[in-house]
């Protein structure tokens, strides 16, 4: 087993590469970061993940310096960065149209920013170099960008970003102009670059999987605040509110009232004729307090008749099935209008299928399935 898991952020030792401090960012009236404190550490692969509008874009805009917080200060490497202007900082910006120069080969792209920095000319060659066997571009290093494709673009874009050697790279919407096969090759690229230069990144994205997949750290964040900055599997597994546990991935929630029933256990009131559910949970929930339960679809089971040893079942009929190839999802309607989705790996053909529309089953998961959260 390997013991060096990659966790700075458990070290109590380890010294935050970026660290905000009680940032607050507005634009007028309109406050786009309310008073958020982070910190990022060297290495890492952290994602800002957010909807549209939610501060995301500020927050990074703000660590390549093209805005100042209204209050609060970015340190990078213990060092107050906020009078620091945009082109001293050791932060490089990837941005989301990838700004190459059309009349420049590709092989000039990468070397602009040495060339203005003035760097001798046989680092700058060797640099460039190392560039394009990083990014796999040698054989197109005497192109220009309009003779190329957009996932090859996008990797001349990375390779210029990375060429000056950033302490940090800031990538926004990187893929966003990809289909979506190009863009799973590019999140495995990205992620074997960052490991293999060591450089920390920070990519703003609205793309739920992508953050899961590309990141060793995720931030959800909403109007302005972080919601919560976790591991993936722990955002997935553990969301800490209902904000996230909707925001990531398909999810089941149901509203009830809670009432402890034994060590961590609790009993879930939920709707009118239908027996209560159980939960288990860490968080100590006081008795009749207004709770929710977060249940994955992949963790709920679809059966024909009532499992004999299950601890939470109940009853519907099957009203839509979506098909995704390795995956059945079934929405089963409760006799009260509740929808409840049900996941199943299809690893049999299509005609064996086990239930159809109309049919009735029942649903059933584990007390520790589900996330119970106090609303």
């Not at 458990?10 to 634009?27: C, E, G, H, S, Y």
Request: charged share 25%.
């Amino acid at each position: 087993m390997n013991t060096d898991v990659f966790a700075p952020w458990d070290d109590p030792q380890a010294k935050p590469l970026i660290q905000f401090r009680n940032v607050t960012k507005r634009f007028g009236e309109f406050t786009a970061i309310d008073n958020l404190s982070l910190d990022i550490f060297e290495k890492e692969f952290f994602a800002l993940l957010g909807p549209s509008g939610c501060g995301k874009t500020t927050m990074m805009r703000m660590l390549a310096g093209f805005e100042t917080p209204t209050e609060g200060h970015i340190m990078l490497g213990g060092q107050d960065i906020d009078p620091i202007p945009p082109n001293k900082r050791a932060v490089n910006m990837m941005f989301q149209s990838y700004a190459l120069f059309p009349h420049l080969s590709i092989w000039e792209n990468i070397a602009f920013g040495l060339r203005r920095d003035n760097m001798p000319k046989s680092d700058l060659e060797e640099r460039v170099e190392e560039m394009l066997r990083l990014t796999r571009l040698e054989q197109f290093a005497r192109r220009k960008p309009h003779q190329i494709s957009g996932g090859q673009r996008q990797r001349v874009a990375l390779a210029r970003s990375l060429a000056k050697a950033p302490k940090l790279l800031l990538l926004d919407e990187p893929l966003g102009a990809l289909d979506k096969k190009l863009r799973q090759d590019t999140q495995f690229e990205l992620m074997d670059i960052q490991e293999k230069t060591g450089t920390t990144f920070v990519i703003v994205t609205h793309d739920q999987e992508e953050a899961m997949t590309v990141a060793s750290r995720v931030a959800v964040m909403d109007q302005g605040k972080l919601m919560q900055v976790a591991t993936p599997d722990k955002i997935y597994e553990y969301p800490n509110s209902v904000y996230v546990a909707d925001f990531i991935g398909d999810v089941n929630i149901l509203e009830g009232r809670a009432s402890a029933n034994g060590d961590d256990s609790y009993q879930i009131d939920w709707a009118e004729g239908q027996a209560p559910l159980t939960a288990t949970s860490a968080n100590g929930l006081s008795n009749g307090q207004s709770c929710h339960l977060a249940i994955r679809p992949e963790k709920v089971t679809i059966s024909a008749d009532r499992p004999a040893d299950a601890i939470n079942a109940v009853q519907g009929k099957v009203h839509d099935i979506a098909y995704l190839g390795n995956l059945s999802t079934y929405y089963v309607e409760l006799p009260n209008g509740t929808i409840i989705k049900a996941q199943t790996a299809n690893t049999r053909r299509i005609s064996r299928r086990s239930f159809t529309w109309e049919d009735p089953v029942w649903l059933s998961w584990t007390a520790t399935a589900a996330v119970l959260l106090a609303s």
